[in-house]
């Protein structure tokens, strides 16, 4: 990852939901200007939390951040509103892709927006810019959301979130129920907009043979703390990161079973 200046900035955050059940336990990471740092770890690792609590979408559940802080350009943003956020530049694409089913694709990018106030020609033109990245939706753009396939839904909802006219974008487990050539077709836009658009992306993903071919820097996850960190081409050869999450070894790739009974020991958790 180039040297730059650091965008977002958690700091050591913990978050509780339900007053009860802590999930995140002491979780620090940087985002730099301009890269794309991935957060990996298997489901229920606190890679979704993690993203909320940036966002400012715990409350809707019940979670709140009660120790750290989160830092935007500098300044502390985890108790801003979700809207208040989107308007300073951060915005997440949702696990599931949650588009407007009722709505065309059209209406779902016209919906990201709603926040801006630059004048009705500024958003035609970035609606030109969406369908430059996503022809797809440009032929799909007068069908209903509900009715197009996985993969021209999670195309809408990051199309959606470009409509904000975002700096940052969080982006929640992307390769989700995709078949693989889409993922890496969707990866590659991602990959784009970040070079093109100079968009800095922090995405959560569980496939992370995908995300350290197209991130800069990660994070790795495991039951609500950070157990690894490094640059994506370090993380790529470590050792422990084949075995346990590439389902390699230096004897070559193992089997599931193999994987699944760890042969080798996690060393984070000794």
Same mark, same amino acid.
């Given at each position: 990852?180039?040297?730059?200046?650091?965008?977002?900035?958690?700091?050591?955050?913990?978050?509780?939901?339900?007053?009860?059940? +802590?999930?995140?336990?002491?979780? *620090? $990471?940087?985002?730099?200007?301009? &890269?794309?740092?991935?957060?990996?770890? !298997?489901? %229920?690792?606190?890679?979704?939390?993690?993203?909320?609590?940036?966002?400012?979408?715990?409350?809707?559940?019940?979670?709140?951040?009660?120790?750290?802080?989160?830092?935007?350009?500098?300044?502390?943003?985890?108790?801003?509103?979700?809207?208040?956020?989107?308007?300073?530049?951060?915005?997440?694409?949702?696990?599931?892709?949650?588009?407007?089913?009722?709505?065309?694709?059209?209406?779902?990018?016209?919906?990201?927006?709603?926040?801006?106030?630059?004048?009705?020609?500024?958003?035609?033109?970035?609606?030109?810019?969406?369908?430059?990245?996503?022809?797809? +939706?440009?032929?799909?753009?007068? *069908? $209903?959301?509900?009715?197009?396939? &996985?993969?021209?839904?999670?195309?809408? !909802?990051? %199309?959606?979130?470009?409509?904000?006219?975002?700096?940052?974008?969080?982006?929640?487990?992307?390769?989700?129920?995709?078949?693989?050539?889409?993922?890496?077709?969707?990866?590659?836009?991602?990959?784009?907009?970040?070079?093109?658009?100079?968009?800095?992306?922090?995405?959560?993903?569980?496939?992370?043979?995908?995300?350290?071919?197209?991130?800069?820097?990660?994070?790795?996850?495991?039951?609500?703390?950070?157990?690894?960190?490094?640059?994506?081409?370090?993380?790529?050869?470590?050792?422990?990161?084949?075995?346990?999450?590439?389902?390699?070894?230096?004897?070559?790739?193992?089997?599931?079973?193999?994987?699944?009974?760890?042969?080798?020991?996690?060393?984070?958790?000794?």
């Amino acid at each position: 990852m180039t040297p730059s200046a650091t965008l977002l900035d958690v700091n050591n955050i913990e978050v509780i939901y339900n007053h009860v059940i +802590l999930v995140l336990k002491g979780v *620090s $990471l940087k985002v730099p200007e301009g &890269g794309i740092v991935a957060l990996l770890g !298997a489901n %229920g690792a606190g890679k979704t939390t993690t993203l909320k609590a940036i966002s400012n979408l715990l409350r809707a559940e019940r979670g709140e951040v009660t120790k750290g802080g989160i830092e935007f350009k500098g300044e502390r943003v985890d108790r801003l509103t979700p809207n208040d956020l989107v308007k300073r530049g951060v915005i997440q694409v949702m696990e599931g892709r949650h588009c407007f089913g009722h709505l065309t694709v059209e209406e779902n990018l016209l919906t990201g927006a709603y926040t801006r106030g630059d004048g009705r020609q500024a958003i035609e033109t970035d609606i030109e810019m969406v369908y430059s990245y996503f022809p797809r +939706l440009k032929e799909r753009r007068k *069908s $209903l959301a509900g009715y197009t396939s &996985g993969g021209e839904q999670q195309m809408t !909802a990051i %199309g959606r979130a470009l409509m904000s006219n975002p700096t940052t974008i969080l982006l929640d487990e992307p390769s989700m129920g995709l078949a693989p050539q889409l993922v890496e077709e969707i990866f590659e836009i991602v990959r784009k907009l970040n070079e093109e658009r100079k968009v800095t992306i922090l995405l959560a993903e569980q496939n992370t043979n995908v995300a350290l071919r197209y991130a800069h820097h990660g994070y790795i996850l495991e039951s609500g703390r950070v157990v690894m960190e490094g640059s994506a081409s370090a993380l790529r050869e470590n050792e422990d990161v084949k075995e346990f999450y590439l389902g390699l070894s230096a004897s070559g790739r193992k089997s599931y079973r193999m994987v699944k009974h760890y042969k080798r020991r996690k060393r984070w958790l000794a």
